[in-house]
């Protein structure tokens, strides 16, 4: 602590500007989440944050403890300021003070992106700025953290709640402006959900590269639909020579796919390697049948050719000193439709908050999209075969993903039911679900936890994703 | 709630004897955790849990709300009983209130295991019980929940905090007593801390099993002391027919380590069956040298002979429906020293929270003593060999764990610091340990959050297990 402040005080002396700062505070016994204001290497002005989110991702509660201190407002050249964290915004209990005009109200954030949050942002820095008659500034965070991306966006507001300049999302930016200045409000581009959604897989994958010290990154591409998006979205990130495609074919591989993941590939300009799985499938099977000739064949011999795949391209992660990317959706994992240590294997899951839906339609909407940030200059990179052939794992002859499950726009909707609504499996049939098709995929869900406590870490850009933000147990009896 | 309130009214209906019961109660918006007092279908007491625990394994504040009720004590033919849930325990508190005589304290528990709690429970209960001048009785679960493991040990204390009734420790057990008899003390059985974490081993491990519905259990044996303690605990536990042991040798296996695995499997009357993954390491290594040629030998080949192993053994987990317990150590878990989808694979790791000290000396303990409730009915189950014998992978020829780590002497020490006791480096290297070894190994906990984060799971008994308790980001720059 004593250090930090040294830091501080070198940093801002001599300066007239006030930085705010956002920084755990420690006193005895507790910390709190706090921002200070610094002047010319003095603290000039503290906040502590007063809300402490315990929900979804958010565990403040182990960490922080919660000031019940008023604070008074910051009095800046006779301007009445009021300082914000994050989740004090989110509530309404403002209501209930006495309705004084501020002049100006600032929110630093980090807000974890999840799809739709910033209309949340935008309507609770809306109803702020209306009843205090004041202007509002929001800042939030760019960047990430393990499965969490902040996708900046910081705005600022009019005392109306419209907002008057919307700065960057997705990358850092800076803006001057002038309080009470007669800022006309600016036309603001609309969000658009995939383009959005894109965006934060691209910074998620980006950043967890860049801070765990990867350059070089990789994945199996099997022709099908998840890998493709996984490899489109490496390949307009990061460049092309650190990015390298695998396509590891067994006997049970058709000659489509093959075709399929090198026109991908070759549409997307990255090398693609083949390195056939068939003698080592062969070679275990025969190794096995001393024990296993008593058994029929089942899932087993086909969880062998996924851990075969998962274990070649480990190897490559070795030796290359590459990022495994793992290539499953959301759908897939949420109802355990993949092998622990094989196809689940790799060190960032790229689309384990992505149903399969998405995954379709992020596709549709790159191949019409080619925004200036994409390192692939071109539309169209995702072969429609890919789009419009039928989802299999290819794991034995003639296999279909609907074999085993639903429609995936029926399982989606059943998944979001279940998982991002926390509905009960009453709730869903009455919605006009086939009571079979739901209390399946429950019991799909509840018997594949263990699957997914063993998963890769990959980004959150759902409400509620699979990781931090759903804590089921594996061991678990009840019904909902 | 209703279905639940007409079971409770059936199962009670003209029983004059007054149950309690834990329970979590639902309000609008909130949850309480609640114990009720019900009488022939009527509950005739609530009182609701004040203190949520919030650190370590708990997430208490997440799910529940705590109450600021004053509850009145419980009267019953003229004494006064106070009932109190778990955490409210824990408290100091009660010294500001109003000291007042009381007949009978009643705590409810399910406060998980861990090595020395005992002592603590003990403690707690005994000052509440000397300062309200009352006998108090302390009620815990038996039985685990994924990770947790409960282990009994409840108590009654009379009101000078002297345990006079010490019931079992892991299992269910029930007794009826006099409140204000002359109970005598009897002697309580002191509690061998090695005999206790055996035993919760145990319970863990057969809880996980049946609650998941696991009747067979297998493991790979490396001729170590890890998967010979991993058996140990497996033969003392489950019916021997229903554990099966492997040997996987690859040509690094010394002679001895298979000499070692037999006359252990011998020893516990468990079958071994030997499954060289020689002629698979040589197919993938032949298979990828197109590739690998270019590279100098590394860890990757290493890792492909564990991950060969996982394959297997995975491949036996699917076919014979069968549990794969992982037999790594917290010590080689904490640093790294483990192959990710290698002999990481499994559904259970059952010496994830246990030092590879402390492996050693549940070892030998066990060689001293086997107790009533052991399957395998005699001492000396692991031979000598195994346990004088230097550690070593033999993932190479010659390998020792000693080549990348200091000794485990010194490592467990500091991990212990660092992990156990959450420590910084400068309060380690001052009780004198090698600065170099004390940065080397802080580094490598650093380095492999990634492993641990996919780790299985596996029972905590430590005050700070790798799962739950210690929740560290995989993206981290941050020095201690």
Partial sequence: MEIFKQKIKNLTKNKKTIFALSIPLSKINEITNAL??????KIIYTVQKKILPNYGVFDEKRYFSSTKIKTEYFNYRNKKIEFLICEDMWTKDFTKKKKEKLDLIVVINASPFEIGKFKLRQSHASKRAKYFK???VYVNLVGSQDDLIFDGGSFVMDKFGKIVIQEKF??????HFILDSKTKKKQIKKINKFENLYRALMLGLKNYMTNNGFRC????????????LTLAILADTIDSENIHSFYLPS????????????????????????ISIEILRNTVIKHLNPIFKKFKEDVTEENIQSRLRGLILMALSNKLDSLLVTTGNKSELAVGYSTLYGDMCGGYSLLKDVYKTDVFELCRWRNKNTLSYFKVKRNNIIPEEILTK??????????KDSDLLPPYE????????LIDENRDVKFIIKKGFIKDDVMKIWKMIKNSEFKRYQSAIGPKVSKMSL??????????KFDL
């Avoid at 299999?392 to 002859?397: G, P, T």
């Avoid at 029926?410 to 039911?417: A, E, G, M, T």
């Fill in 36 to 41: 200070l204001l610094v002047q010319s290497g």
């Fill in 134 to 136: 004041s202007s509002l």
């Fill in 170 to 175: 997705f990358e850092e930016s800076e803006t």
């Fill in 217 to 228: 990154a990789h994945l199996g591409l099997s022709g099908g639909i998840d890998s493709a």
């Fill in 251 to 274: 006997k049970f591989s058709s000659n489509d796919s093959k075709k399929d993941a090198e026109s991908l590939s070759k549409n997307v300009g990255i090398k693609i390697s083949e």
């Fill in 390 to 399: 039928e989802p299999s794992a290819e794991l034995k002859y003639n296999q």
């Fill in 410 to 417: 029926i399982l989606d909707k059943i998944l979001s039911y």
């Fill in 467 to 476: 990781s931090l933000d759903r804590r089921f147990p594996i061991t678990n």
